[in-house]
């Protein structure tokens, strides 16, 4: 299921080419066959890295959910999540300047 979110949530990230580092995620909610899954990313910190040029890194939020398009950022709901959310990821991106 990472995978497939992190497919689907490629709408102005298609040049991250490599994943640097995952901080943290939880699978929020079991995912089925039959199922659509939708995503969305957040851009939470960009970072110089030391000595590069050509490439820097940005540090993403992930969220997919199950049978709801996430025109609306469906997302947590107090202490638990949107009942549609499946995925919530927190990682970091290379990504070319």
Excluded at 12 to 32: D, E, K, M, Q, T
């Amino acid at each position: 299921m990472i995978s497939l979110a992190r497919a689907l949530s490629f709408n102005g990230l298609a040049n991250a080419f490599h994943v640097g580092a995952i901080n943290g995620g939880r699978h929020v909610a079991p995912l089925f066959a039959g199922d659509t899954v939708f995503a969305w990313s957040q851009v939470i910190e960009r970072l110089d890295l030391p000595g590069r040029t050509d490439v820097g890194a940005l540090r993403l939020r992930l969220v997919a959910t199950k049978n709801q398009p996430c025109a609306d950022f469906p997302d947590r709901l107090d202490k638990d999540y949107d009942p549609a959310v499946i995925l919530d990821l927190d990682y970091w991106v290379v990504m070319p300047r």
